[in-house]
């Protein structure tokens, strides 16, 4: 089966070395320091900071956040670097509305607490570490994106 271009336009070499950047830097955390790098984890650890409510202030929230507020700047500051130097510092631009990306993020965000991890957590990490949990939740992921992805093109022209 032959892949066609148009779901590459820009060609599929930055995705590939993306894929592989991100494997060995969830791979190096993990053999350097034995945690494990979920975004889901940062941003429960960094409300932690703020919030006095009895779910954010868990231990394993409160003792990682320092690590992990240090964890989400290298991955802001890496994506600072592949678009000044890879995209040419040009804006990227969508014709979603604001609301909808609010919404989504919205329920994104539940299902990551719902799920005990975000989409990269559970498919990068968990499934690194061979965790059934893990395999479990991108399967139901990957459904629900096939499924949805599936509706909307026959919904929209």
Same mark, same amino acid.
């Given at each position: 089966?032959?892949?066609?271009?148009?779901?590459?336009?820009?060609?599929?070499?930055?995705?590939?070395?993306?894929?592989?950047?991100?494997?060995?830097?969830? !791979?190096?955390?993990?053999?350097?320091?034995?945690?494990?790098?979920?975004?889901?984890?940062?941003?429960?650890?960094?409300?932690?900071?703020?919030?006095?409510?009895?779910?954010? $202030?868990?231990?394993?929230?409160?003792?990682?956040?320092?690590?992990?507020?240090? /964890?989400?700047?290298?991955?802001?500051?890496?994506?600072?670097?592949?678009?000044?130097?890879? !995209?040419?510092?040009?804006?990227?631009?969508?014709?979603?509305?604001?609301? $909808?990306?609010?919404?989504?993020?919205?329920?994104?965000? /539940?299902?990551?607490?719902?799920?005990?991890?975000?989409?990269?957590?559970?498919?990068?990490?968990?499934?690194?570490?061979?965790?059934?949990?893990?395999?479990?939740?991108?399967?139901?992921?990957?459904?629900?994106?096939?499924?949805?992805?599936?509706?909307? !093109?026959?919904?929209?022209?």
């Amino acid at each position: 089966m032959t892949i066609p271009l148009s779901f590459f336009p820009h060609g599929w070499q930055h995705y590939l070395l993306g894929g592989l950047l991100i494997g060995a830097g969830a !791979a190096l955390l993990f053999v350097m320091t034995g945690r494990i790098g979920g975004m889901s984890t940062v941003f429960s650890s960094t409300w932690s900071y703020l919030v006095q409510r009895s779910f954010f $202030q868990q231990r394993r929230f409160v003792d990682s956040r320092g690590w992990r507020l240090v /964890y989400a700047l290298g991955l802001i500051l890496g994506a600072l670097v592949w678009w000044l130097g890879f !995209a040419g510092g040009k804006p990227e631009a969508t014709a979603v509305p604001v609301w $909808q990306l609010l919404v989504g993020g919205f329920f994104v965000g /539940y299902g990551a607490r719902l799920g005990n991890g975000c989409t990269s957590g559970h498919g990068i990490c968990g499934l690194g570490s061979l965790q059934l949990p893990s395999l479990l939740a991108v399967l139901t992921f990957m459904a629900t994106a096939f499924l949805t992805a599936n509706l909307i !093109a026959q919904v929209m022209p």
